[in-house]
């Protein structure tokens, strides 16, 4: 799985995405509806902090790790105060005590979310991926095939999310289109993907249905306490 790699741009689309994108409060809101208010959450992956923030409205903790130092300062300088925001690799983490719940949005497949389920939930575990890439959908189906086969019961939540993008110019959405696709679109191209607007600060937004699949799980099962895979 190729790892995300941060820059000073993504980081501005991500916070400027947050302020008129409501993609991540949806999926905490989804998430939410499994969860006491008396929850301490562990979140890895959804955005600049996004996922945890949101979350931290229906529950006592969200924790929330990322293995890059400006991203993780950009994470600190956003969050309330029941979000904790750490530098570290999820796969290595180890907490003093397991949480009550556990969010990994597109890490990816069973080999490496549910060693990182092991280590680090004792309860409720939401696993989030994306839907629309092959391999997206390649570890939704070694997810599920894994549970199964160890006899774990899931339920499975398959659903669509608009995203917002806004820019603060066109070139500005020539070089996210150049960053996230690698390649540079032309002016025809750009026209048919923006929707104009009349905000003066983002006259221009990239709106998109994300299709995204949700497995949830009881990591209590003593069937994860060895290892399925």
Excluded at 101 to 129: H, M, N, Q, W
Excluded at 172 to 185: P, Q, W
Excluded at 190 to 195: F, Q, R
Aim: glycine letters at 4%.
């Amino acid at each position: 799985m190729e790892e995300f790699v941060w820059t000073d741009a993504n980081i501005r689309w991500m916070s400027d995405a947050s302020t008129k994108s409501k993609f991540y409060y949806w999926i905490a809101e989804r998430i939410a509806a499994y969860l006491p208010p008396s929850a301490r959450v562990f979140n890895a992956g959804g955005g600049l902090g996004d996922l945890a923030i949101w979350l931290s409205y229906h529950v006592e903790q969200v924790t929330v790790i990322e293995n890059d130092p400006k991203a993780v300062a950009a994470f600190r300088a956003r969050c309330p105060h029941n979000v904790v925001a750490i530098l570290g690799d999820v796969h290595t983490y180890s907490p003093d005590k397991l949480y009550d719940a556990l969010v990994l949005y597109d890490i990816g497949g069973a080999e490496r979310a549910l060693p990182v389920v092991r280590e680090l939930s004792r309860a409720k575990t939401f696993l989030l991926l994306n839907r629309e890439t092959p391999q997206g959908e390649a570890n939704l189906r070694e997810l599920s095939e894994a549970l199964k086969n160890a006899g774990i019961p899931f339920t499975y939540e398959p659903f669509e999310q608009e995203h917002v993008q806004p820019f603060r110019s066109r070139e500005d959405a020539k070089s996210y289109f150049l960053f996230s696709t690698n390649r540079m679109l032309t002016d025809e191209e750009l026209d048919a993907m923006l929707t104009q607007g009349d905000d003066e600060a983002f006259p221009c937004a990239f709106v998109e249905k994300k299709k995204l699949g949700m497995l949830v799980f009881d990591a209590a099962n003593p069937a994860l306490k060895k290892p399925i895979i």
